[in-house]
């Protein structure tokens, strides 16, 4: 048993360093080699453009929204703002209040409704394009705020030379509530060093992605790639996608800002891990054939691959913690050696954030804990996007600390995947005994590190379930 247990942890972390030093990698190189263009200007004569706000039932950030927007610096006779509203509550009524002083000062702006929330989402923005005039289709989420010159910096990308068959301006997203939280802080590291990579990314040409909002899209592109697609839950990942196997480009310019929330309680943080999980893996089966007959180099391909898949980091660090804690059971003659590998691969996460400490920026890197610690969750993600049907309906948004509703949509599989994590921090835990008594001391390192991940994880799950339903059970006695 110890020996194919060995072999089987020698794959495992083979695949893992993969996935997890190809984006240590992009993140270091971009740290160490800081690239300083300028940045581009507009100039000449400035396209027409069309801003659309999807929202639904956000009725405590449309003011703030639509307010951001409509200041954006912009030739009023060159932009259309579209607020795409699916609510169902008081919101409609607050966004025709919010948008009625910008048209008297003369701004375009719709408030746009359709008959059913069919697509969600995707059918909202699919909605919305035939009834836009702009040659390009700048995106925000509710939660968004974005500074008053981005749509002019945004704009200049398309203006340069050779700048034809670009088709995404992907810019960067900031945090109004980055330090709320020891949850917000690690998230915001995370987004952090993805965008960093992001940067190297498209500086050597590899393929990349739309995030779902502060894009400037041409609108020919979304046209030419078929438009958005409600098959999946990240309708943002298949436009993206689509649009290159169509011969578009992506661009990404990190210089840009545009603030937004993040999920400020773990709750939420996990669901939309989960549909974030599942709509990757999703979109992996329904262009996988195409991705793979694509005429492209075959580094090109495998990174596509790569980042499409990435889901597949946490099921493999799940399956790493699983067979370390099997071969404490029936240990091999080489495990010392397959610890060594295992420790190398898990501390180069460690090194961007090294590299952050000595450029003077001191961020904990509590985002690795989230990382194991969010495993379970991203997991079963995963296995219902490879294995669960294509096209449902979907209902669940992530609730953000400004938004209005912050209830989840809770359910069986949720509070299973809780039990899971609690389950597996008392496993580790019990696996570090264990391991002490055997003199495993770069297991012991290994493990502590993931006990803190999964009971952080777990635990704040479990204490803010319980909040919520005694929260609920209070409001019904009132």
Not at 245 to 269: I, K, N, V
Not at 275 to 304: C, E, T, Y
Request: aromatic letters at 8%; a neutral charge.
């Amino acid at each position: 048993m110890a020996t194919p247990l060995a072999i089987l942890y020698g794959l495992i972390l083979g695949l893992l360093g993969v996935y997890l030093h190809r984006v240590i990698a992009l993140s270091i190189h971009a740290r160490l080699w800081r690239w300083h263009d300028p940045l581009p200007t507009a100039s000449g004569d400035l396209p027409t453009v069309t801003v659309q706000l999807p929202i639904y039932n956000e009725k405590a950030l449309v003011y703030r929204l639509i307010n951001a927007v409509c200041a954006l610096d912009y030739p009023q006779d060159m932009l259309e703002i579209q607020v795409l509203d699916d609510s169902t509550d008081e919101t409609t009524t607050l966004i025709a209040q919010a948008i009625q002083p910008w048209r008297q000062r003369g701004l375009m702006i719709n408030h746009v409704r359709r008959p059913d929330r069919r697509g969600h989402k995707a059918g909202n923005l699919a909605h919305g394009l035939p009834l836009a005039m702009g040659e390009f289709i700048a995106i925000f989420d509710a939660d968004f705020v974005p500074e008053p010159d981005w749509l002019h910096s945004a704009v200049a990308h398309f203006q340069q030379p050779g700048s034809e068959r670009l088709g995404l301006v992907q810019t960067q997203w900031s945090h109004l509530n980055a330090d709320q939280s020891p949850l917000t802080a690690a998230q915001n590291v995370a987004v952090d060093q993805f965008a960093m990579a992001q940067t190297t990314r498209i500086r050597l040409g590899l393929w990349s992605s739309f995030y779902g909002s502060a894009g400037l899209w041409r609108r020919s592109c979304i046209e030419d790639s078929g438009g958005w697609s409600s098959d999946t839950f990240s309708e943002d990942l298949n436009m993206a996608y689509s649009a290159q196997l169509h011969g578009w480009s992506l661009g990404y310019d990190g210089r840009l800002l545009a603030s937004a929330e993040l999920p400020a309680t773990m709750l939420a943080y996990k669901q939309q891990q989960f549909f974030w999980s599942k709509g990757n893996m999703q979109v992996v089966r329904l262009l996988w054939h195409r991705l793979l007959s694509s005429a492209i180099s075959p580094l090109k391909r495998i990174d596509a691959v790569l980042f499409a898949t990435w889901p597949m980091t946490h099921l493999l660090l799940l399956l790493r913690v699983m067979i370390q804690l099997l071969l404490l059971i029936w240990p091999s003659p080489s495990i010392m050696y397959l610890d060594l590998v295992a420790l190398v691969i898990l501390s180069g996460c460690f090194i961007p954030t090294i590299i952050d400490w000595l450029r003077g920026r001191k961020n904990l890197p509590m985002h690795l804990n989230l990382g194991i610690g969010i495993s379970v969750n991203n997991t079963v993600g995963l296995l219902v996007g490879l294995f669960g049907p294509i096209g449902e309906d979907f209902r669940a948004t992530t609730p953000k600390s400004g938004g209005s509703d912050q209830r989840l949509s809770r359910n069986g599989l949720a509070d299973l995947i809780i039990l899971g994590e609690l389950v597996f921090a008392a496993l580790v835990l019990t696996g570090s005994v264990i391991a002490f008594h055997q003199g495993r001391w770069l297991l012991i390192l290994m493990l502590l590190h993931d006990v803190i991940g999964f009971g952080w994880v777990g635990g704040q799950s479990l204490w803010e379930v319980l909040r919520s339903n005694a929260s609920q059970r209070a409001e019904m006695t009132q």
